[in-house]
């Protein structure tokens, strides 16, 4: 008798050791990536996406045989919305679980108000409408603060939580010993599976408002590196291995991006030439690596990221010009 996996949604992977990558289709395929961790039946999410996803998470555990009694724990690696607007509203779903948040973004779960409305002053109403919707509250006792070096049970395994600022205060990421890989939120990078070439991935640091800061980056994409891993999990996007190329190229680009916005920042239309500063950056880099992607379908593929992480260094830049003014 020979045992088969049960199917999985067109939008869940399998990715061994108990790991599964959800794509939550928000914005497009293969762009934002929640997980669903198993051991001996116990079960935890990381990351969410929006609160549109929690129907395809909610349908990839019913697919594993495991009802929501079984999740133990929901773990957003940091507050932003597409990798917790759907934290709220999947708690709801989920009797047993607690949601363990960072300290700096746990009121933000419990009352998500001031999030929604931050959120609403960048996109815009139909913007939110259309990607992010209305967020759900948790009540205060079912959230739990984390802590740098926190343990977390999760069956026959221990999940191990790390403080990792630098894309945001309130981030922190997850060891998996059993895979040996990081859960890494935005802390390790953005790599895009269309920027792919010949099977190898590229990868860039992201800059996105509004706590960009360099030198706290660089320390924590080294502490992840300390550990040796032999994968790491990006919301953005899925699972890659080859983990020390990707991270010392990542750190070589963050110090061609940093070096890029200093010497912009007090040129006249700074936004604008952040951004074209950083498209060069970018592409130079891709071109290295021997991509023959077109410039328009770079274009279409990174506009998104490009305007946000421009707008992440002219906060990192006036943040600097006040501090040395003071």
């Given amino acids: ?11 869940a992977r399998d990715l061994g050791h108990g790991v599964y990558a959800i794509d939550t289709g928000f914005q497009r395929p293969n762009f934002d990536a929640a997980y669903l961790v198993i051991d001996a039946g116990r ?3 990381i990351d969410t996406g929006p609160r549109f996803a929690v129907p395809r998470l909610l349908g990839t555990l019913a697919a594993l045989g495991l ?3 079984a999740v133990d724990w929901v773990i957003p690696t940091h507050v932003h919305l ?11 779903e989920l009797p047993h679980a607690r949601a363990l948040v960072h300290p700096r973004g746990a009121r933000h779960m419990i009352d998500p108000s001031a999030l929604y409305e931050g959120a609403l002053a960048v996109y815009g ?6 990607s992010y919707g209305t967020l759900d509250s948790i009540p205060a006792e079912r959230v739990l603060n984390s802590h740098d070096g926190q343990r977390v049970p999760l069956g026959g395994r221990e999940l191990l939580i790390h403080d990792a600022p630098g894309h945001a205060r309130h981030h922190h990421v997850i060891w998996d010993p059993v ?11 953005i790599s895009y599976r269309e920027m792919d070439t010949d099977g190898r991935p590229w990868i860039f640091p992201t800059t996105t408002p509004v706590q960009f800061e360099p030198e706290v980056l660089r320390a924590s994409v080294e502490r992840m590196l300390s550990f040796a891993p ?15 190329t990707l991270g010392a190229a990542q750190l070589r680009l963050l110090d061609e991006v940093v070096a890029m916005g200093l010497r912009l920042a007090t040129v006249d239309n700074r936004h604008a030439a952040l951004i074209d500063g950083l498209r060069q950056i970018y592409l130079a880099d891709l071109r290295r690596q021997g991509s023959t992607l077109s410039d328009a379908e770079f274009q279409r593929l990174m506009d998104l ?10 906060v990192w830049l006036d943040r600097m010009q006040r501090q040395a003014r003071a």
Avoid: I, K
């Fill in 125 to 130: 109403a139909e913007e939110m409408a259309r």
């Fill in 1 to 11: 008798m020979t045992f088969s996996a049960p199917p999985l949604p067109d939008y």
């Fill in 43 to 45: 079960a935890a999410f």
């Fill in 179 to 189: 895979s040996r890989g990081w859960f890494t939120g935005d802390t390790f990078g």
């Fill in 305 to 314: 990221d490009l305007e946000l992480n421009a707008q992440g260094m002219g």
């Fill in 67 to 69: 009802d929501a009694a």
């Fill in 82 to 92: 597409d990798h917790a607007g759907g934290v709220g509203t999947l708690m709801r």
């Fill in 230 to 244: 032999d994968c790491v999990y990006l919301t953005h996007y899925s699972r890659l291995g080859d983990v020390a």
